[in-house]
């Protein structure tokens, strides 16, 4: 709950659009504690149990994406995001 809102941190929020697991509300309002800067992603078709490649989770949306798909959409978010990073 601690805000970095007024910080220059670089930020990125990945979520899946069937993710089911995640409170949208939370994180919807989490958004207000981050820096105006922060990056939100939405991988559609990505639930949360892919995210991490654990099995399927309760409560959890159906996925409309193959796991594969949905761990190379947020691989190229993040070398997307790292190599902004570098730009001058």
Do not use: M
Not at 20 to 35: M, Q
Not at 40 to 69: C, R
């Amino acid at each position: 709950g601690a805000s970095i809102a007024s910080t220059a941190l670089p930020v990125l929020s990945i979520a899946g659009t069937r993710d089911l697991v995640v409170d949208r509300d939370n994180l919807e309002g989490s958004r207000a504690l981050l820096p105006s800067t922060a990056r939100f992603v939405a991988i559609e078709g990505g639930n949360h149990a892919q995210f991490g490649d654990y099995g399927p989770q309760k409560g959890d949306g159906e996925p409309g994406i193959t796991g594969a798909q949905q761990l190379a959409a947020a691989a190229e978010e993040i070398v997307r995001f790292l190599d902004a990073l570098d730009a001058p």
